[in-house]
């Protein structure tokens, strides 16, 4: 991940470093560039939750027939003999990884669609209202969250089957190498060196099948790992809107708005330049940012008593409508604690923007 909090260029202020969170104070009237426009936010906000499945390969990995060998009578046809024994057990392995991570694959794409369509009711419902609260609606959270955990029992289940492929990837390149050291057994016959170059192309062609299945299998494992981090950074969103009984994606702070207001939509960042004055990466689900963020605000103040504060939820330029769901409420949340703090709510104002830079959601606060 890379880090966006720089050093801090005024010696007033001193750098404070926290964990998933930092803060500079030399920041006092910062810039902010490939921002997004308010009608673009209030587009995205329509889709809470990204509605394409997990991007897993879709290849069906089945080697080919080995061909027939016939003992020759020598110590290389014997050679011969056990060298095809040994690729036919391992074709026979890769048959049965292929159809471990075919169900895999199905089974990942159930519980998604089930996902879906359970947060799909709890986000209708929200857009309406509903009690704060409400037990039924917690209740299929935790449905939602059953998905979610079938998901990740399945990502452990693609981590061992990776295991037991590398194995055998290595097993299969050993094959190989033992097929070419015996070209130069003496003893063999025309017959012999005929059969070992059939069984090296066959290892050569099974090499390469075993290796692209498990470089599918390692992609299917980053891309399921970075699914279900975003879908439980959204369950966490939802918990805290079904505890207040309204759609998160409604009701956000903006400037002069101490509470929520429905229909209120982030604005593009306005008059900022240089650095954050702190930044909060959320990069897990319990980040403890609220003493660094305590202290950054006290020391902004003291400086400048009627300093204007920008809070800006980050969201990472190839990252989903959910995740930068996740990032606008970690910045209405920021939000709360600076009022929580004393900071006036007409001295803060809510926005966000897109980064190249940002891995995983983050809130940057600016002073203007």
């Given at each position: 991940m890379r880090n966006v909090a720089n050093k801090l260029s005024l010696s007033a202020f001193a750098m404070m470093a926290l964990s998933a969170c930092t803060f500079s104070?030399?920041?006092?009237?910062?810039?902010?560039?490939?921002?997004?426009?308010?009608?673009?936010?209030?587009?995205?906000?329509?889709?809470?939750?990204?509605?394409?499945?997990?991007?897993?390969?879709?290849?069906?990995?089945?080697?080919?027939?080995?061909?027939?060998?016939?003992?020759?009578?020598?110590?290389?046809?014997?050679?011969?003999?056990?060298?095809?024994?040994?690729?036919?057990?391992?074709?026979?392995?890769?048959?049965?990884?292929?159809?471990?991570?075919q169900k895999i694959r199905a089974s990942v794409i159930n519980n998604a669609l089930q996902y879906h369509k359970v947060i799909g009711m709890i986000e209708a419902k929200l857009q309406v209202g509903t009690t704060p609260g409400n037990p039924q609606m917690y209740t299929m959270l935790q449905s939602a969250q059953n998905n979610i955990q079938v998901m990740n029992g399945n990502t452990i289940a693609l981590n061992q089957l990776a295991q037991r492929v590398a194995s055998d990837a290595a097993m299969t390149t050993f094959l190989s190498d033992s097929i070419k050291a015996t070209y130069g057994v003496s003893g063999a016959v025309d017959e012999d060196?005929?059969?070992?170059?059939?069984?090296?192309?066959?290892?050569?062609?099974?090499?390469?099948?075993?290796?692209?299945?498990?470089?599918?299998?390692?992609?299917?494992?980053?891309?399921?790992?970075?699914?279900?981090?975003?879908?439980?950074?959204?369950?966490?969103?939802?918990?805290?809107?079904?505890?207040?009984g309204s759609f998160m994606g409604a009701?956000?702070?903006?400037?002069?708005?101490?509470?929520?207001?429905?229909?209120?939509?982030?604005?593009?960042?306005?008059?900022?330049?240089?650095?954050?004055?702190?930044?909060?990466?959320?990069?897990?689900?319990?980040?403890?940012?609220?003493?660094?963020?305590?202290?950054?605000?006290?020391?902004?103040?003291?400086a400048k008593p009627g300093v204007f504060f920008e809070v800006v939820a980050v969201t990472p330029a190839n990252g989903s409508a959910l995740s930068g769901s996740t990032a606008r409420n970690n910045a209405s949340n920021v939000f709360q604690e600076m009022v929580d703090m004393g900071v006036s709510p007409d001295k803060i104002a809510l926005s966000a923007r897109t980064s190249e830079e940002a891995t995983v959601s983050e809130v940057h606060v600016y002073v203007r």
């Open positions: 104070s030399d920041a006092l009237f910062p810039s902010l560039f490939g921002s997004d426009t308010q009608e673009e936010y209030a587009a995205e906000s329509k889709s809470s939750v990204e509605t394409d499945l997990p991007q897993l390969g879709t290849t069906d990995f089945q080697p080919l027939e080995i061909a027939q060998v016939s003992n020759t009578g020598t110590f290389v046809g014997q050679k011969v003999v056990s060298f095809r024994g040994d690729l036919t057990q391992l074709q026979s392995s890769i048959r049965k990884h292929n159809e471990e991570l060196h005929r059969q070992l170059r059939v069984l090296e192309n066959e290892a050569n062609q099974t090499s390469i099948l075993i290796n692209s299945l498990l470089l599918e299998i390692n992609n299917d494992i980053t891309r399921q790992q970075q699914y279900i981090e975003t879908a439980r950074n959204y369950i966490v969103d939802l918990s805290t809107a079904i505890k207040s009701p956000l702070p903006v400037s002069g708005t101490a509470m929520p207001a429905l229909g209120k939509s982030y604005a593009a960042p306005r008059n900022v330049s240089g650095k954050p004055l702190f930044v909060a990466k959320f990069n897990r689900q319990d980040v403890k940012y609220q003493d660094g963020l305590k202290q950054a605000v006290n020391r902004a103040l003291a």
